[in-house]
């Protein structure tokens, strides 16, 4: 399928306001988190979830507090109460924080109470449509798991493009790839998506497929390098980037529109998982296109060594032919 017959665009004369543009998305979000947190589903912070279907049409949020503090002082004040897949559903999500005990039947009794609460509050006919209990001490053992997850993951790519590459393409495909991570949790806190296990999965995802466009787009310039000896790195990488234009253009559009069918169809439960994923992608093949190349031609550019190719390496001039020196004649 083709999709740009000979694209020519001059990528890398953009590769500075696209710094900038990711340095105000990062900055924004660090700001947000740190104003406001970043929300943490029930897996990492420990916490009770109780799922109610209401038979009729549900009552106010509002309503569903009042029972809870009434008969739950102080933990009802911090349960988190919204509405929980389509409104044609009628069900709600209740998060009560803080288990208490991990033990037995300690766990379960929270969501007890909760039951116990709606049902004291006359807040209408409804029926449980589903429970999740974590323990604190199971949330943070999933949180350093997590954690440790992403560095790893992070110093294999390093290590395995620096092995298969130069040094300089290696750190230009873990900027992108940190780069692809703030991002993500940037706008994680912008929309106010809790980090559960599915969005930890969908950011280890997103990595590999980010790593792997940035791959495609390196080793096109290592092909390049090649054949374009007398050519500078800036313009060998530019065209690179066009010539994967297509393949890029194609693999991201597929996966684009697989993950915005997961968050429109998906339900509730995925709707973090699929918004990861649409993030991850455009931001993915914006770095990979924008970000990587760019931190390896700055990089060469700045700390290049003797041998190596330059970022405006000069055209080698062609040596002056040899002259003859006169000389006696062989006599015959």
């Known amino acids: 399928m083709l999709i740009f017959k000979t694209p020519n665009f001059d ?12 340095w105000l998305i990062i900055i924004a979000g660090a700001v947000v988190i740190k104003t406001n947190g970043l929300p943490l589903g029930v897996e990492f912070s420990g916490g009770t979830i109780v799922i109610v279907q209401f038979d009729q049409q549900p009552p106010d949020p509002s309503v569903i507090r009042n029972a ?4 739950m002082p102080g933990e009802g004040q911090n349960a988190i109460i919204q509405r929980y897949g389509q409104e044609s559903a009628r069900q709600y999500m209740i998060r009560v924080p803080d288990v208490g005990e991990q033990a037995g039947a300690g766990l379960s009794q929270k969501a007890d109470h909760v039951m116990a609460a709606l049902k004291a509050g006359n807040v209408g006919s409804f029926k449980p449509a589903g429970t999740q209990i974590v323990g604190p001490a199971v949330g943070e053992d999933l949180r350093s798991k997590g954690k440790w997850a992403m560095i790893f993951s992070l110093l294999g790519i390093l290590l395995y493009i620096a092995f298969r590459f ?3 393409f290696a750190v230009g495909a873990v900027i992108a790839t940190v780069h692809d991570l703030l991002v ?7 929309f106010r998506y809790d980090l559960s296990l599915n969005v930890i999965a969908a950011i280890l995802t997103v990595t590999g497929y980010s790593t792997n466009d940035t791959i495609v787009i390196f080793d096109r310039v290592r092909e390049n390098i090649r054949g374009m000896r007398r050519d500078n790195l800036y313009d060998i990488v530019n065209k690179s980037v066009n010539q994967t234009l297509g393949r890029t253009v194609i693999t991201a559009g597929t996966a684009l529109l697989s993950a915005v069918a997961l968050f429109l169809f998906g339900g509730e439960v995925l709707h973090g998982f699929a918004f990861t994923m649409i993030v991850g992608i455009v931001t993915g093949t914006y770095s990979s296109v924008f970000i990587a190349a760019a931190i390896a031609v700055i990089w060469q550019s700045r700390f290049r060594k003797p041998g190596k190719l330059a ?12 002259t003859r020196k006169p000389g006696r004649r062989r006599a015959s």
């Open 68 to 71: 809870l503090e009434h008969a």
């Open 166 to 168: 130069q040094f300089s």
């Open 11 to 22: 990528f890398l004369r953009w590769r500075w306001f696209a710094i900038g543009l990711s």
């Open 311 to 322: 970022l405006s390496a000069p055209t080698a001039s062609a040596p002056p032919p040899k």
């Open 184 to 190: 993500t949790f940037a706008f994680l806190a912008f």
